[in-house]
Nanobody, 114 residues
Framework: QVQLVESGGGLVQPGGSLRLSCAAS???????MGWYRQAPGKQREQVAR???????DYADSVKGRFTISRDNAKNTVSLQMRRLKPDDTAVYYC?????????WGQGTQVTVSS
């Protein structure tokens, strides 16, 4: 079983940037990976995904502001977030794309507030 550890969250002002990282305990090069978020009282949603070949796709709400990337040599997936909005406030998780294959990590809290 692959363990996932997310990091990089924090408190940022609207318009600011953060870079999230997800470290996997074993190789994930053969999996399409995604970043998800869950805001209070809402369902978890996928916001970005990246295929094994590096193709990316984004939810409309983050398109043009978020960039997902992966480093297969380091077993990591990253999410660069720019022009953050209060609506981006959530706990962010990484996992495979649906259907998820691994147990969820603890996530990393992102709070966008002035």
């Amino acid at each position: 079983q692959v363990q996932l550890v997310e990091s990089g969250g924090g408190l940022v002002q609207p318009g600011g940037s953060l870079r999230l990282s997800c470290a996997a305990s074993r190789s994930i090069f053969s999996y399409a990976m995604g970043w998800y978020r869950q805001a209070p009282g809402k369902q978890r949603e996928q916001v970005a995904r990246i295929t094994t070949g590096g193709s990316t796709d984004y939810a409309d709400s983050v398109k043009g502001r978020f960039t997902i990337s992966r480093d297969n040599a380091k077993n990591t997936v990253s999410l660069q977030m720019r022009r953050l909005k209060p609506d981006d406030t959530a706990v962010y998780y990484c996992n495979t794309v649906f259907p998820v294959r691994f147990s969820w990590g603890q996530g990393t809290q992102v709070t966008v507030s002035s």
